[in-house]
């Protein structure tokens, strides 16, 4: 079955430290690949997502993130963190023909001043 | 533009309770519907999806079900609350068909408490 592997259930950043979030895929072909964030009390936003139009894909908030087919990884970065990051991130995949999505299990960044 | 709303926002409901939530999705038609419920330290977990009014697909069996009595109407219920269902429950849309690069949109959720 198609999952995703988020590595690391809480992460703890400096403020204008580097962002690194780790997302693995199980999958024998390209997946669809999402990246949704969360801020407290509140419903899922896109951040971005992969189109494969290109392997490293741009979001919202100055986020990106790059696909690595050999490594089947989508890890999620932002160079700078800013107080405003914190808050739980989801990675999720979607089968080519499915209308599910299969989350994996988050990871909440906590920004430190 | 779409808009998908949840209600209600917040709700505290004693064991053996029934449970009625509601979401509706603005500006779309015929999307795909789906309920998630997130408890604390288990991630999102799917537990309805819908395709079309009346077609309601389970995901874990449990107490709950789901309804779509309306093409933007999806309905979440239980007739008796157990403790364990107490999280935080998202509704969410898709575009149907199409391409399998669209994202689901989320609502903005309802907290259960049950006591």
């Known amino acids: 079955a198609q999952s995703v592997t988020q590595l690391g259930s809480h992460v703890s950043v400096s403020e204008g430290a580097l962002v690194l979030l780790r997302c693995n895929y199980s999958s024998s072909v390209p997946p669809y690949l999402f990246w949704y964030v969360q801020y407290p009390n509140q419903g899922l936003q896109l951040l971005l997502k992969y189109t494969s139009a290109a392997t490293l894909v741009k979001g919202i908030n100055g986020f990106e993130a790059e696909f690595k087919k050999s490594e089947t990884s989508f890890h999620l970065t932002k160079p700078s963190a800013h107080m405003s990051d914190a808050a739980e991130y989801f990675c999720a995949v979607r089968k080519a023909a499915g209308n599910k999505l299969t989350f994996g299990g988050g990871t909440r960044v906590l920004v430190k001043p | 533009s779409q808009t998908i709303h949840q209600w209600p926002a917040t709700l505290v409901q004693p064991v053996g309770s029934p449970l009625s939530l509601e979401c509706t999705v603005e500006?779309?038609?015929?999307?795909?519907l789906y309920w998630y419920r997130q408890a604390a330290g288990r991630g999102l977990q799917l537990l309805f999806y819908?395709?079309?009014?009346?077609?309601i697909s389970s995901e874990v069996p449990q107490n709950l079900s789901a309804s779509r009595p309306q093409d933007r109407q999806f309905i979440l219920s239980s007739k008796k609350l157990l403790l364990s269902d107490s999280g935080f429950y998202l509704c969410?849309?898709?575009?149907?068909?199409?391409?399998?690069?669209?994202?689901?949109?989320f609502g903005p959720g309802t907290r259960l408490t049950v006591l």
């Open positions: 500006g779309t038609s015929n999307p795909n």
């Open positions: 819908s395709v079309g009014i009346g077609q």
């Open positions: 969410a849309w898709t575009v149907s068909g199409g391409s399998p690069y669209n994202e689901q949109f």
